[in-house]
C-alpha cells in the first residue's frame, strides 16, 4: 500500500498521438489542393471524345509546389478544355458509373494522337494530376519512397471521392516513368509502366505482347473476350540526296560581268544555306483489328506498310538553319554595339595626308577663287563630275589600302546615284528625281509601309543605302568596308552640294517628318542645293539683264528702275512663281524673290513705288484706298527636320512662364510673321493692319452689313477679331516694327549655306553604329518587303498572318527616338523564323514537285497536302498508299532504299577492291563479292523507326464474377527503348 501511495508513482510519460507526420500533413496538403481545384467528386461531364479531339482541342493547366518535409513537389493538373454542358452531364451519372477516365480508356477515336502529353497518348485520358520532383530535387528511385507516394495519393483519392487519375513521376525524369491511380465507386485502376533500353526478343511482335497482355489481366473466362489492337508503324526519309536543291544558285554570269551594283545591290539574297527539312515521318496505322484477323510473330507478319488502311504524315524541322536573309540582318544589326569611329577604323593616314595638303592657303584660295563655270552646264554630264569629284581624294590611296575593291564601290556609287552615269543635264535628272516616288506609290501597294516603320520611301537614296550597307557589311569586308563606303558617300554629298547638283532619289520639298532621321537630314541638303541653285540662277538672270541694258544703251549704266524691271523679267523666264535668296551689293546676306508681277513702279510716276507683288487678291481693295490689295511674294518658311524641332521646342521651353520669357518666346516664334508683314507693306503701300489680317488670316476680321437709314443701301463694315485687340498683341507690335522691305532685300529666314554645312557635318561625324542605327529601320522595311514577296510565291496563310503582326509591331519598336535593341534583337529573330518556314515550304514542294505526276485534281489535293503539312502537326494521307500523295511518298522512300543500298555496295566493293591491291594472292575476294543490283531485292520501306501497338479489352477482374471493366496495355517499341504502358482496372466491392 505504502508503494502505491508514493507519489513518484504517479509520473508517467504522455503520448500524444494526435500530432500530424509529416507524411499526414503531405496527405492533408494533396488533399486541400484537390479540393482547391474543385476535383472532388465524380467526374466533371460525361461527353464522349469526339474524333481527334485531343488535337484540334485546346489544354488547360494549373501547377502548385507542395512538400514532403524538405522535399518540394510540383502538383499539376492537365484537362482538355471542352464546351459541352457540364450540369446536364452530372445529371445523368449514375451513381455507380464508371470515372471517365476508365470510359476514356476503351475510347478509339483519339488513338496516336500527334500532339498531346505522353500520357494523353498513352492512356488516351482527358484529365489527370500529375505529382513530380521539384526542379533541384532528387528523382524517386528507391522502391520504399515510390510506395510511399502511392500510399499518399491512394488514400487522398479516397478522402477525397476524387475519380481523377493522379500520378507520381518516378526514376529519372528523361525516362518519362510514371505510376498512379484512379478510384471510382466500387472500382479501381491501376497505372503501371515498365521502361527498358532493349526490346525483349519474346515481345518483339505483336504475339509476345498479347502473351503479356492475357497473362496481366488474368480472366479465367473461357472463351477470353476479343481484344481490340490498333497498330502504328513509323518509317523516317532522312536521305535528299536524290533531289533538286529548291535555294537558286547565284548569277556567276552577272557578278563576273561588272554588273554587281545595278543588279545584285538592289536586291536581298533570301533562302536556306542548308536542307530545311531534316525528316519526313510516315506513319502506318491498323485500326481497330481483332486478335485473329492480324498474324505478327517473329517467322511471319502481315504488316505491310503498303497495305495499311491509314497513312498519316509530318515533317520535322532542322534545328535553326542558316539562312541568307537572317544571317544579314543579325550581322549587320550587331553594327549597332561597335564604339569605333571611321577615322580609327580606316586609320589616321589619309585624314593626316590631306590635312597637310590643305594646309597651304594659298592652295586653299586658289580653289574657293578658280571659276567654277568655264565649261557650260549642258556641256557637262554628271558622270564626269562625280568622277572628277572622287578623283583627287582616291588618286594617292593605294588599292590595297582599301577595304571596298575599286570596282565594287563604283558599282555602288552608280547605284546609288544612277544620274551619274546619264548624259544628261542636272535640270533633267531633277525632275526624274522628283518623280521617282509617286510612280512608285502608284504601282506598289506597299509603298506606305514605310510611314508605318518611319523608314523611308523603297525608292529613295536612303532605302538603297541601306541595302547597300547591309550587303557590304555581309559580302564585302564588315565593319571596315562599311566606314569606307560612308566615307565616299559623305564624300558625294559634298561634292553635289558645292557643285550645286541635287541629290537623285529623294523627293521634293521638305523634309518628311514621318521617315528616319537620315533621310530627313539628306532632304534637307536637297533644299539647301534648289535655294543655292536658284540664287545663282537668278543672280545671272540679273547679270544678263543688266548686260543687255549697257549695251543697248551703248555702254552706259542703266538706271536702278530699269534694272530692277529687267530683273524681274529675266526671273520670270527662270521659273514663275518661285523665289530664292539672291545676291546683294550690300554685306549683308537678302532673300530675293520673283513673281508673275516682280518689281514694279507705277508707269505715271505719281504714286508710291510697290514692290514684290505677285496678283491682286481676290478682287479686294485697301481699306484706306481704293487700290486692289495684292498677294506679296514671301520668303519660304525655313524647313526643319526632327532634331531641329526638337533642339527649338527645348529652346523655348526654357524660357520659362515669366512675362519676359513669354514675350521673348513670341518674338522668336514671329520672325516668319514679321517677314510677310514687311513684304505686304512693300506690295501694297498705304495698307492697314486690318488689310494684312484680311489676306493673312481671315478669321480674324469680322465683316457685318449695315443699313443706312437715309439712303437704304447696305454698307458692309468689318473690323479685327477680339484676340486681335488683346493688349499688347503679338500682331500690333509686329506690324509697327514691321519695314516696308520687298523680300529680295529681307534677311533669310533660311541660310541655306549654313544648314548644308550642319548637315554634312552632321553626317561626316557619323559612326558607322550610328549609321546602323539611322538604317536599320529601312533595312528592317526591306526584310518585310521581301517576305512579303517570297511568301506570295508559296502562299502560306501562318506566314501571312505572322508578317501583318510584324509589321504592326516594328511600327511600335522603331517610332520612339531610343528604341529597346533588345525588342528589336527578337524581332529580327522573329523574320528570321518566317524565312525559315517559307524556305521549309520551298524544299517540301521542291520535294514532292519533283514526283509529281498527277494532273488535274491530283495536283490540286498535293498542293492542299503540302500546304496542310506546314500549317498542321500531323496530315492524313487520303488513299492512303494508293493516293497521289502516298504514291509520291512511296516513290521517295524507294529512291532512298535504293540509293542506300547502292551506296553501300559501292563502298563494299571499293573496299574489297583495296584489299585485293593490298593482298594478290587472295583472288576470291572480288570474285565472291555480290554485285550492286544483284538477285537481293531491296524492301521499298526502312525497317520502322517506332511501333506502337495498342492492346484494349473488357473482362471482369479480379474474379469471374466481378464488374466488366476496362484494360489497357499501350507498347512502344524502338531501337533504344522499349516501354509498356498498362491501365489495369480492378472491382473493388468485395476486396
Not at 521 to 550: F, H, P, T
Not at 643 to 650: C, M, N, P, V
Request: glycine residues 6%; negative net charge; contains cysteine.
Amino acid at each position: 500500500m505504502a508503494a502505491d501511495s508514493d507519489p513518484e508513482s504517479e509520473v508517467f510519460e504522455i503520448t500524444d498521438f494526435t500530432t500530424a507526420s509529416e507524411w499526414e500533413r503531405f496527405v492533408s496538403k494533396v488533399e486541400e489542393v484537390l479540393n482547391d481545384w474543385k476535383l472532388i467528386g465524380s467526374g466533371a461531364g460525361s461527353s464522349a471524345l469526339q474524333r481527334g479531339e485531343f488535337t484540334s482541342g485546346s489544354w488547360g493547366e494549373k501547377a502548385q509546389e507542395i512538400q514532403f518535409a524538405d522535399f518540394k513537389f510540383h502538383i499539376t493538373h492537365h484537362f482538355l478544355k471542352q464546351e459541352c454542358e457540364q450540369d446536364s452531364g452530372k445529371d445523368q451519372l449514375e451513381e455507380d458509373a464508371f470515372p471517365l477516365a476508365m470510359q476514356d480508356l476503351l475510347c478509339m477515336n483519339n488513338d496516336f494522337p500527334p500532339r498531346a502529353h505522353c500520357l494523353v497518348r498513352w492512356y488516351g485520358i482527358r484529365e489527370f494530376v500529375v505529382i513530380s520532383p521539384g526542379a533541384n530535387c532528387e528523382a524517386i528511385i528507391s522502391e520504399s519512397k515510390c510506395n510511399l507516394l502511392l500510399s499518399s495519393i491512394s488514400i487522398s483519392l479516397a478522402n477525397s471521392g476524387s475519380q481523377v487519375p493522379m500520378f507520381v513521376q518516378i526514376q529519372q525524369k528523361w525516362r518519362r516513368v510514371y505510376a498512379g491511380e484512379c478510384q471510382g465507386p466500387g472500382v479501381r485502376t491501376d497505372f503501371e509502366m515498365v521502361h527498358l533500353r532493349k526490346v525483349p526478343s519474346q515481345y518483339n511482335h505483336l504475339s509476345g505482347l498479347l502473351d503479356i497482355f492475357k497473362s496481366k489481366i488474368g480472366c479465367t473466362l473461357s472463351p477470353l473476350p476479343p481484344i481490340n489492337i490498333a497498330i502504328r508503324f513509323t518509317y523516317i526519309l532522312q536521305d535528299w540526296q536524290q533531289h533538286a536543291w529548291p535555294q537558286q544558285p547565284p548569277d556567276f554570269d552577272t557578278l563576273l560581268g561588272g554588273e554587281v551594283g545595278g543588279v545584285e545591290f538592289g536586291k536581298l539574297p533570301f533562302g536556306a544555306c542548308e536542307e530545311p527539312i531534316s525528316e519526313l515521318h510516315l506513319a502506318t496505322t491498323w485500326p481497330h483489328m481483332t486478335e485473329g484477323i492480324v498474324v505478327d510473330n517473329d517467322v511471319y507478319s502481315d504488316l505491310d506498310p503498303l497495305q495499311a488502311p491509314h497513312w498519316s504524315v509530318r515533317v520535322r524541322s532542322a534545328e535553326n538553319p542558316q539562312c541568307l536573309l537572317g544571317d544579314l540582318l543579325t550581322e549587320f544589326f550587331k553594327l549597332c554595339c561597335r564604339k569605333e569611329s571611321t577615322e580609327e577604323i580606316l586609320g589616321r593616314g589619309l585624314a593626316d595626308e590631306e590635312g597637310k595638303e590643305n594646309s597651304d592657303i594659298s592652295s586653299a584660295l586658289s580653289k574657293l577663287t578658280e571659276p567654277t563655270a568655264t565649261v557650260p552646264m549642258s556641256k557637262l554630264s554628271v558622270s564626269n563630275m562625280v568622277h572628277s569629284a572622287r578623283k583627287h581624294i582616291r588618286r594617292r590611296r593605294r588599292l590595297d589600302e582599301s577595304p571596298l575593291n575599286a570596282d565594287i564601290l563604283n558599282s555602288i556609287l552608280l547605284y546609288l546615284f544612277p544620274d551619274a552615269a546619264v548624259e544628261k543635264s542636272s535640270e533633267n535628272s531633277k525632275n526624274r528625281m522628283f518623280s521617282c516616288g509617286k510612280e512608285e506609290q502608284n504601282k506598289n501597294s506597299d509603298y506606305n509601309l514605310f510611314l508605318q516603320l518611319k523608314s523611308a520611301p523603297s525608292d529613295s537614296l536612303t532605302y538603297r543605302l541601306a541595302l547597300c550597307a547591309c550587303l557590304v557589311n555581309y559580302n564585302h569586308g564588315g565593319l571596315r568596308a562599311v566606314a569606307h563606303l560612308w566615307q565616299e558617300f559623305v564624300l558625294e554629298l559634298r561634292y553635289r552640294w558645292e557643285n550645286n547638283y541635287f541629290i537623285y532619289g529623294l523627293a521634293a520639298g521638305s523634309p518628311d517628318l514621318r521617315c528616319c532621321l537620315l533621310h530627313q537630314k539628306l532632304q534637307m541638303l536637297n533644299c539647301c542645293i534648289e535655294r543655292k541653285r536658284a540664287r545663282d540662277e537668278a543672280r545671272k538672270a540679273l547679270e544678263g539683264s543688266r548686260e543687255r541694258e549697257r549695251r543697248v544703251s551703248g555702254g552706259r549704266p542703266a538706271p536702278e528702275s530699269s534694272a530692277a524691271t529687267a530683273s524681274g523679267s529675266a526671273a520670270r523666264e527662270v521659273s514663275p512663281g518661285k523665289s530664292w535668296d539672291s545676291w546683294s551689293d550690300s554685306e549683308e546676306e537678302f532673300f530675293e524673290c520673283l513673281s508673275d508681277q516682280g518689281e514694279s513702279e507705277e508707269k505715271d510716276g505719281s504714286k508710291s513705288k510697290a514692290e514684290g507683288r505677285l496678283h491682286p487678291h481676290n478682287n479686294m481693295t485697301l481699306l484706306n484706298s481704293t487700290e486692289p490689295l495684292y498677294v506679296p511674294v514671301t520668303q519660304e518658311p525655313a524647313p526643319m527636320t526632327e532634331d531641329l524641332l526638337e533642339e527649338q521646342s527645348e529652346v523655348l521651353a526654357k524660357l520659362g512662364t515669366s512675362a519676359e520669357g513669354s514675350h521673348l518666346r513670341a518674338r522668336m516664334q514671329s520672325a516668319c510673321l514679321l517677314s510677310d508683314m514687311e513684304s505686304f507693306k512693300s506690295a501694297n503701300p498705304g495698307c492697314a493692319l486690318e488689310d494684312f489680317v484680311r489676306w493673312y488670316s481671315p478669321r480674324d476680321y469680322v465683316e457685318e452689313e449695315e443699313v443706312v437709314e437715309e439712303t437704304g443701301s447696305r454698307v458692309v463694315k468689318g473690323e479685327l477679331s477680339a484676340r486681335m485687340k488683346i493688349p499688347g498683341n503679338m500682331w500690333v507690335e509686329a506690324w509697327e516694327t514691321a519695314r516696308v522691305t520687298p523680300a529680295r532685300r529681307q534677311r533669310r529666314l533660311f541660310d541655306d549655306t549654313k544648314e548644308a554645312e550642319k548637315v554634312l557635318h552632321y553626317l561626316a561625324v557619323q559612326k558607322p553604329a550610328d549609321l546602323t542605327r539611322h538604317l536599320l529601320p529601312c533595312i528592317l522595311h526591306a526584310a518585310i518587303l521581301k517576305l512579303k514577296e517570297e511568301e506570295s510565291a508559296e502562299d502560306i496563310p501562318s506566314v501571312k498572318r505572322s508578317i501583318q503582326h510584324a509589321a504592326g509591331q516594328a511600327s511600335k519598336l522603331l517610332h520612339p527616338l531610343n528604341p529597346d535593341y533588345k525588342k528589336i534583337e527578337d524581332f529580327i529573330s522573329q523574320l528570321m523564323a518566317m524565312e525559315t518556314a517559307i524556305t521549309r515550304a520551298r524544299s517540301l514542294k521542291a520535294k514532292f514537285a519533283s514526283c509529281e505526276g498527277g494532273k488535274g485534281d491530283d495536283a490540286e489535293e498535293l498542293e492542299r497536302f503540302v500546304s496542310s503539312l506546314l500549317e498542321e502537326p500531323e496530315v492524313v494521307v487520303m488513299g492512303a498508299g494508293q493516293g497521289p500523295a502516298g504514291s509520291i511518298i512511296h516513290r521517295l522512300f524507294v529512291n532512298a532504299q535504293r540509293l542506300a543500298d547502292f551506296t553501300s555496295d559501292e563502298q563494299g566493293l571499293f573496299g574489297d577492291m583495296e584489299a585485293a591491291l593490298l593482298a594478290p594472292l587472295d583472288e576470291d575476294l572480288v570474285r565472291d563479292r555480290k554485285p550492286a543490283g544483284g538477285s537481293s531485292k531491296v524492301p521499298d520501306f526502312p525497317p520502322p523507326a517506332g511501333r506502337e501497338i495498342l492492346l484494349r479489352t473488357c473482362v471482369p477482374r479480379p474474379a469471374p464474377y466481378s464488374k466488366a471493366l476496362p484494360q489497357r496495355l499501350f507498347c512502344v517499341l524502338m531501337r533504344e527503348e522499349f516501354r509498356l504502358a498498362a491501365a489495369f482496372s480492378s472491382d473493388t466491392s468485395f476486396f
